[in-house]
């Protein structure tokens, strides 16, 4: 008897049957997980000390949403500064004049070496080093003259400790985001004869840009809640807003989450922004983006109830 007879013979094999592979484990850490969070819900709910009444009538009060602007300009400045100067310091570290490299090291070396605290302080106090401030000519005449208490006010105060502190820190993500890409594209730039500025703009960035995103990301986020330092040297932002409120009426624990409300609310704007821009320097990546969160409410639209999966 052939094969073929064999096989007729024997008729249409069974569809396979796939089993779910039965995990306890975690049904059994999703119901602690549960109970927890539903009991520190309801204690916080039904807790009469938070007075929830107190924080609703604080949440948008005119001093709170200065300060909260006060803060955001903060973050947007600083970062700024922050991140210009970390790709000026990072071309300068990775150039081959060992004086240029050397000085872009000191300063990445000494900024984040101390504490961005006694940096605001620092600056707070810069008139007790300089009472005047000139600007002209190295070893020559100066042309522009000014009182350090008038020019370098709490708030600017406040930009240069924050400012300079994260050119530091932006310097070590650009160098790199730079050296991440390959030798061969810088190359094959110069043999086309493009300058070393040229291809750092055309050809090196755009593609660190992939890797320079994330991390710079979470520095913008995590400069929105290092701004709250200001609040030592007298900047009315957001904490120190919060402060000036509870000391007259005592609210303290109202009026510090009245602020942490705000600040989890910016990061949470902060933290999707950063997810698109990632999605977007990510294309062309070997790597599938990631689905939005409108792409995956759309995938669970359209799968059937019934499909399980294989």
Not at 114 to 137: C, D, E, R, S
Request: charged fraction near 15%.
């Amino acid at each position: 008897m052939s094969s073929t007879e064999v096989t007729s013979g024997a008729g249409r094999p069974d569809d396979i049957r796939a089993v779910p592979v039965r995990r306890p484990g975690r049904w059994i850490a999703a119901a602690i997980v549960l109970v927890i969070a539903a009991a520190v819900v309801r204690s916080v709910a039904t807790n009469p000390r938070f007075e929830w009444s107190v924080v609703g009538n604080f949440l948008f009060d005119a001093r709170i949403l200065h300060g909260l602007v006060v803060t955001l300009e903060l973050t947007v400045i600083a970062m700024a500064i922050g991140i210009a100067l970390g790709v000026i310091l990072a071309v300068m570290r990775l150039s081959p004049n060992p004086l240029v490299s050397s000085a872009s090291s000191f300063y990445i070396w000494f900024f984040r070496g101390t504490p961005v605290l006694v940096q605001l302080l620092f600056w707070y106090n810069i008139a007790a080093l300089y009472p005047k401030i000139a600007l002209g000519i190295p070893f020559g005449p100066a042309f522009v003259h000014a009182d350090a208490n008038t020019l370098i006010t709490s708030f600017v105060a406040a930009i240069l400790g924050l400012g300079l502190n994260e050119g530091a820190y932006m310097a070590e993500i650009v160098r790199a985001g730079i050296i991440s890409v390959e030798e061969g594209q810088v190359d094959a730039a110069q043999s086309l004869g493009m300058t070393r500025l040229q291809t750092m703009r055309r050809i090196v960035l755009p593609q660190a840009m992939r890797v320079i995103i994330p991390p710079t990301g979470n520095e913008t986020i995590s400069m929105l809640k290092t701004s709250s330092l200001a609040s030592v040297i007298v900047v009315t932002e957001l904490l120190r807003a919060a402060e000036s409120i509870y000391d007259v009426n005592y609210k303290t624990i109202q009026l510090l989450i009245v602020a942490s409300v705000w600040y989890a609310a910016c990061t949470s704007v902060l933290y999707v922004g950063q997810y698109y821009l990632e999605r977007y320097y990510g294309r062309g990546a070997s790597r599938e983006l990631p689905p939005t969160a409108l792409q995956r409410l759309r995938m669970l639209s359209l799968r059937s109830p019934r499909s399980g999966g294989v």
